[in-house]
């Protein structure tokens, strides 16, 4: 025994001071409300309003067109600077882990079914590119024990692609400009469907790595 109090050896006797649980709970909470999180919410917010515009006066008014044109470029510069914002200042949580993906599927798959209701977009396009999205996404939980299949550069540039056919097809183009979106949307396709088979290369190569050093461990 040294017959130093405990609250002087090294303050390992102190209590923690009454309400500091609670602090700390209130910061990990105001962590939700970063700027990164927020535009992903601006984002699911523009969702419904996009459609709505889209959908004015019978889909074709050219005004409403662009106005939802608007609201889905401001859409993609969310999806941009969002995840960037949380790499660089640290700022990733559970939350944008979740609701970005959620955000980026659910602009771009409103504006492609609405577009192919309205008669713009053949649905097998429509089709072709919610499959992929939705294919890889499954694949990525069924790898997830493995690893993580990072964002390609390919990824990348379809993205750009799909976002800028898109944005072209929610206008009411006309003449050379119309034929200019066929071919921009027929790159964004070809796009979706060599990236997507690529990430199913890497997830069947990440899968039997995983296997094999789970058989080389036991």
Same mark, same amino acid.
């Given at each position: 025994m040294t017959g130093v109090p405990a609250s002087a050896a090294g303050g390992t006797g102190r209590r923690p001071a009454p309400g500091a649980k609670l602090g700390a709970a209130a910061v990990n909470q105001a962590s939700l409300w970063n700027i990164a999180n927020i535009l992903t919410m601006i984002r699911l917010v523009l969702v &419904?309003?996009?459609?709505?515009?889209?959908?004015?006066?019978?889909?074709?008014?050219?005004? /409403?067109? $662009?106005?939802? /044109?608007?609201?889905? $470029?401001? $859409?993609?510069?969310?999806?941009?600077?969002?995840?960037?914002l949380a790499r660089t200042y640290n700022l990733v949580t559970d939350f944008g882990k979740i609701a970005d993906p959620i955000a980026d599927? $659910?602009?771009?798959?409103?504006?492609?079914?609405?577009?192919? /209701?309205?008669?713009?977009? &053949?649905? /097998?396009?429509?089709?072709?590119?919610?499959?992929?999205?939705?294919g890889i996404t499954l694949m990525r939980f069924w790898v997830i024990r493995y690893g993580v299949i990072p964002a390609s550069r390919g990824g990348k540039l379809k993205t750009l692609a799909q976002g800028t056919a898109v944005g072209m097809y929610v206008l009411a183009l006309t003449g050379p400009l119309a034929t200019m979106r066929f071919w921009a949307m027929a790159v964004a396709v070809v796009l979706t469907v060599v990236t997507g088979l690529d990430y199913i290369r890497q997830a069947v190569v990440l899968r039997r790595k995983g296997l094999a050093a789970e058989q080389a461990a036991r």
């Open positions: &419904p309003g996009f459609v709505l515009l889209l959908l004015a006066d019978g889909g074709y008014d050219p005004v /409403w067109r $662009a106005w939802a /044109w608007a609201a889905f $470029a401001v $859409a993609m510069i969310t999806d941009i600077f969002d995840g960037h599927k $659910a602009i771009m798959g409103s504006a492609l079914i609405v577009l192919s /209701w309205l008669g713009d977009l &053949p649905w /097998w396009v429509t089709g072709v590119i919610l499959g992929r999205e939705l």
